[in-house]
Every structure is written in structure tokens, then in C-alpha cells.
């Protein structure tokens, strides 16, 4: 049985190269090198249960991807499906547009992706509801909360009840907008760029998230704390790297020792 269940974290997967990208000829290669490792994914069913004590196959990764990036549908969805794995989206609700799912479309880095959000051009980048549903229709991903507008209220509003104020309305409407298209009370919730107060956390409790998402690095082990679930930043290297990178999270113990070893904490 597993010890430890490692959640790696992807953001692109795009022929443009950059920050958070890796190429779809990367990505796939990590694929494939899980698969003939015997290394199955697991979603947010299997990760509650193991948290909660019940046991879990050896050679279970979750993979994760932040925000919901058009290119995710565009190439990360078909090498999954051919490898028979499954990821866990965290999408900005209010990111997500309508209209018809694209069979081709731009990939632009991003910070170019940044920017047109920033301007109000987020359907060139992001995904729509008619490509979520498909792929949650084909099991490729499933979908959760990364808030509704990834804003980091603590570099808005320097007031610190305001600034509450403000996530709980953020976090409300993520909720909300998941539950109405596609019917989920939504449980987990990745924090935008990996920041949390700790006021933060019985905040989201309060409103359904008890399984809370961070960017510390690290590996997660049975009966842990759900507020603090750590990830492995995903890299542009080799399958082969990334087994040997689960091998050292496969357990909590090699985890803390590469940890403390690489300065993490």
C-alpha cells in the first residue's frame, strides 16, 4: 500500500515555450514513462479516502493543473486519454467563456496569456464550459475551484476584514458557478499562486472547501491535514526524470529528507 500520494502540478502544455510551460512532447513523454511504470492517476475521490485513513495502491499520483489554460483541452486532454489517465483542473470560473469546443486554437506563453486576460480577451486562452463538459464527459479531468477571479486580495485591499470580505464573495461565487454548470458541491480549492492566510482556511471551511491546495513542496501522507496539501512543481525534462522524482515522494520519509536537503520546508 501507498505511504505517501504525490500531487504534481502542471500549469501548460504548449508548443510556445516559457514560464510554467511544459511541450506537448514532454508532457506526453511523462505519460507514457508513468504508464509503463505501472503509476495509475487518482482524483479527489481517492485522495479524500486516503487522507481519511483508507488504504491505497502503490504507485498513485494525482496530476493537478492550475487555472484552465486552452491549451490544457487542446493538448494536455488527448495524451491523457491515451495513456489512460486522469488530471484534476483547477479553473478560474470567471475566466471560463462560451461557445462551441475549438479543435484547434492558440497557445500563446504565458505571459502573453497574462496579458490578454488582463484586457478582456480571456476566451482566446482559457477553455469554455463546452470543452470542460467534454472532457469531464470523457474523464480526461475533473474539475474544482482555483476561486472565481484569482485574485490575490492580500496585494488589493490592505485591510484585513475587507480583504476577507472580498474572498469569501470570490470563493462564494466559484462555488456557485461550479455547482450550477456542472452540478458539484465543490469540496477542494487551490489557492491562486499558492498564497493563504492562515484566517484564510477556516474561512473556506466554513463555505465547503475542506481540501485546500497549496504550492509548498512536499509529498502527502494517510490522515495528514486537508488544509495544506502539497505539490511537486513539474519541470520541461524526461519521464524518466519524473519517475525517479515519485520514487524520492513516494514516501513521506525520502520526501522530508530530499526536502530538507533541497532547503524546503
Known amino acids: 500500500m501507498s505511504r505517501a500520494l504525490p500531487i504534481l502540478m502542471y500549469h501548460h502544455v504548449s508548443p510556445a515555450p516559457g514560464l510554467v510551460t511544459l511541450s506537448p512532447a514532454c508532457f506526453r513523454d511523462q505519460m507514457s514513462a508513468l504508464a509503463r511504470a505501472g503509476w ?5 475521490a481517492e485522495l479524500e479516502a486516503f487522507l481519511a485513513g483508507e488504504p491505497l495502491p502503490e504507485k498513485r499520483v494525482m496530476l493537478s493543473f492550475d487555472d484552465g489554460y486552452l491549451d490544457n483541452y487542446l493538448h494536455a486532454h488527448p495524451v491523457l486519454r491515451e495513456f489512460g489517465m486522469q488530471a484534476v483542473l483547477f479553473v478560474v470560473t470567471d475566466w471560463v467563456g462560451e461557445g462551441p469546443p475549438r479543435v484547434t486554437g492558440e497557445a500563446p506563453d504565458h505571459r502573453e ?6 484586457a478582456g480577451e480571456a476566451d482566446s486562452v482559457m477553455v469554455r464550459w463546452s470543452e470542460i463538459e467534454a472532457m469531464q464527459a470523457a474523464g480526461s479531468f475533473e474539475f474544482h475551484s482555483h476561486t ?23 470563493l462564494v461565487a466559484s462555488r456557485s458557478t461550479l455547482k450550477r ?5 465543490d469540496r477542494h480549492l487551490c489557492w491562486p499562486q499558492g498564497y493563504f492566510q492562515e484566517d484564510y482556511l477556516p474561512l473556506a471551511n466554513r463555505l465547503g472547501f475542506d481540501h485546500l491546495y497549496t504550492t509548498r513542496p512536499g509529498t502527502n501522507g494517510p490522515r495528514q491535514d486537508a488544509n495544506r496539501l502539497r505539490r511537486i512543481v513539474t519541470k ?13 515522494y513516494a514516501t513521506t520519509g525520502r520526501a522530508a529528507c530530499y526536502g530538507w536537503l533541497k532547503g524546503e520546508r
Do not use: F, M, Y
Open 181 to 185: 454548470r456542472l452540478g458539484i458541491d
Open 113 to 118: 496569456c497574462k496579458r490578454r486576460i488582463a
Open 40 to 44: 495509475k492517476s487518482v482524483g479527489s
Open 236 to 248: 520541461e525534462k524526461s519521464g524518466a526524470w519524473l519517475t525517479r522524482r515519485l520514487w524520492l
Open 148 to 170: 472565481h477571479t484569482h485574485t490575490r486580495w492580500d496585494q488589493r485591499l490592505p485591510d484585513n476584514a475587507a480583504r476577507l470580505a472580498a474572498l469569501e464573495a470570490d
